[in-house]
């Protein structure tokens, strides 16, 4: 899968879990990329968040961290 189309997705998820109360959107992101993506998409964009992270919502950088 294209990179760029991780990042779109990982931003459309970050956007929805962005409008939901509490302070755990960081944690929801996390988990539902671990629920709902396999591994080899997780790892993939682990990989482009180290090579180039601009496109990515700041939600999306925080969530990798605890994936």
Not at 5 to 27: C, V
Not at 44 to 63: F, I, N, S
Request: aromatic content about 6%.
């Amino acid at each position: 899968m294209p990179h760029d189309k991780l990042t779109r997705m990982a931003n459309q998820i970050a956007s929805f879990f962005a409008t939901q109360p509490g302070a755990d959107q960081a944690e929801r992101v996390a988990a539902h990329l671990k629920d709902f993506w396999g591994p080899e998409m997780r790892e993939a964009l682990k990989a482009q968040a180290a090579e180039d992270d601009a496109e990515m919502a700041p939600l999306v950088r925080d969530a990798i961290a605890l994936i």
